[in-house]
Every structure is written in C-alpha cells, then in structure tokens.
T-cell receptor, first 114, second 109 residues
Framework: NAGVMQNPRHLVRRRGQEARLRCSPM?????VYWYRQLPEEGLKFMVY????????ESGMPKERFSAEFPKEGPSILRIQQVVRGDSAAYFC????????????FGPGTRLTVT | GIQVEQSPPDLILQEGANSTLRCNFS?????LQWFHQNPWGQLINLFY???GTKQNGRLSATTVATERYSLLYISSSQTTDSGVYFC???????????FGTGTRLQVFP
C-alpha cells in the first residue's frame, strides 16, 4: 500500500522561472493538503483540496501561487516567477475524508531558488 | 483559530534516558497528531491521538482534550530518536492542521 508520493524530491529553479510540484495521495484518499516549511521553521498550511474543488486556500499567498487537484492525476502546486523567499520544503498530505481523520504526509519537495 | 505551543524547545539527552514532550492547544480539537522530522527532513507520523492514550514500542502519547494538552513520552532514548518533534492540531470549522514550533531533541551516545 503505497504512501503519499511527491515529485520531484528536489527542485532547483532560477529566479523568475516556474515551479510545479506534484502530489499523489494514498490509494482511496480524495482529500489533499499542502504545507510549506521555511528553513528552521514549523510547517504552515497553504491549501486544502478535494477532487476538482478548492476547499480552503486561506494559507496561500495571494499572488504567483495556485493549486489544483483534477479528476484524474496528481494534485499540482504551481509557483510562478519564483523568488528566493520561495525556497522551502513543500509537503503534501492526504486523508480519506475531511474532518477528524489522520493526515498522512509525503516525503516533501525541497525547492531551491537560485 | 487554534494556537499550538510546544515545550521544551530544545532537549539534550544521553542514550537510555527518558523524556516527556508537551503540546498545549488553545481550543477544542478533533485532530491531534505527533510527528518526528528526522535530520534528513523526512516527516514521520507517530500518533493520531485527539484523545486518550496510545503506545507504539518505546513511544507513547496521551491527550487530555478537556485540559487542552498532549504529552509524548520517549523511553530508553536512542541516537536515532534525534530530530524535531512536532505536534499539530485541527478542529472547529477547519480541517487544516496547525503546527507547533517543535521540540528539537538531540540524543548522544
């Protein structure tokens, strides 16, 4: 039973480029969460999605960041025109439903902006 | 929203020692999880424990929801226990987890 998968594990982008991070939830899970961990800090919530719906995007920066979870395929977190401050570890989690369910975390994608 | 505080911020132990990590949360929760982030950055689920007590090997956790705190116990610590331990809570009308700032544990041989 495969866990949450994220790719790539490491991503290097130059300032101004686009970054695309992918997350495949655990089998049977239809709820996906994205969290960001800046260096030497805890994780901060970004966005919560179900298939084809954004449920809560209260943690997403207003500009340059977007997320989707299509009917088929992985969830995508997209960062346009990256800046050095976007360098962080981005974790995806999944759960079988919303509410009081355990969230299972993937290994993370470490984004470095040069 | 919910606020999560962890203590102590740093903990240094010799191998074989026991320790208790604390997590306080400001409101009622329906989700409480403990994680271990190892030195390579990997986040490992330890416990899902919105209430009650659970044990897994040398680790155990207790959440007293009415008093808004959770404890993580590590017994007979090993060098592989080193890393940062995070507590995260969720509740109310939101499903997102709010993370504490973590307890950094170093275990020396």
């Amino acid at each position: 039973n495969a866990g949450v998968m994220q790719n790539p594990r490491h991503l290097v982008r130059r300032r101004g480029q686009e970054a695309r991070l992918r997350c495949s939830p655990m089998k049977g899970h239809s709820h996906v969460y994205w969290y960001r961990q800046l260096p030497e800090e805890g994780l901060k919530f970004m966005v919560y999605l179900q298939k084809e719906n954004i449920i809560d995007e209260s943690g997403m920066p207003k500009e340059r960041f977007s997320a989707e979870f299509p009917k088929e395929g992985p969830s995508i977190l997209r960062i346009q025109q990256v800046v050095r401050g976007d360098s962080a570890a981005y974790f995806c989690a999944s759960s079988p439903s919303g509410g009081a369910y355990e969230q299972y975390f993937g290994p993370g994608t470490r984004l470095t902006v040069t | 929203g919910i606020q999560v505080e962890q203590s102590p911020p740093d903990l240094i132990l010799q191998e074989g020692a026991n320790s208790t990590l604390r997590c306080n949360f400001s409101d009622s929760v329906n989700n409480l999880q403990w994680f271990h982030q190892n030195p390579w950055g990997q986040l490992i689920n330890l416990f899902y424990i919105p209430s009650g007590t659970k044990q897994n090997g040398r680790l155990s956790a207790t959440t007293v929801a009415t008093e808004r705190y959770s404890l993580l116990y590590i017994s007979s610590s090993q060098t592989t226990d080193s890393g940062v331990y995070f507590c995260a809570a969720g509740g109310g009308n939101t499903d997102k987890l709010i993370f504490g700032t973590g307890t950094r544990l170093q275990v020396f041989p």
